[in-house]
Nanobody, 127 residues
Framework: QDQLQESGGGLVQAGGSLRLSCAAS???????TGWFRQYPGKAREFVAA????????YYADSVKGRFTISSDNAKNTVTLQMNSLKPEDTAIYYC?????????????????????WGQGTQVTVSS
């Protein structure tokens, strides 16, 4: 599975915005490309995902209306635009790939089915 590389994290005040990018090396993206985040001592938490065609997007309830995932297949990149950031969004954000169709949102949002993780990028939102 191709390795993914995240970029674009940083420090921002509450209410601000950040844009994260996920770039794939080698071949193009798989069935789904998505973003997860991880708090210290916790398992990775689903944030958003997009299908290869870009036609369908999926979001965790906690980020709906604030985050937008999009893809540029020509550039092999997936972007996560994060607006109205909150301190609880502070985490390490990872990009991953899921190379097969799934039967449910529960399956899609379970990190165990995903792979190709990058090193992650830190997002810190100050209050």
């Amino acid at each position: 599975q191709d390795q993914l590389q995240e970029s674009g994290g940083g420090l921002v005040q509450a209410g601000g915005s950040l844009r994260l990018s996920c770039a794939a090396s080698g071949r193009t993206f798989t069935t789904y490309t998505g973003w997860f985040r991880q708090y210290p001592g916790k398992a990775r938490e689903f944030v958003a995902a997009i299908t290869w065609s870009g036609e369908r997007t999926y979001y965790a309830d906690s980020v709906k209306g604030r985050f937008t995932i999009s893809s540029d297949n020509a550039k092999n990149t997936v972007t996560l635009q994060m607006n109205s950031l909150k301190p609880e969004d502070t985490a390490i954000y990872y990009c991953g790939a899921l190379p097969r169709p799934v039967a449910s949102f529960d399956e899609l949002s379970d990190y165990v089915w995903w792979g190709g993780w990058g090193q992650g990028t830190q997002v810190t939102v100050s209050s």
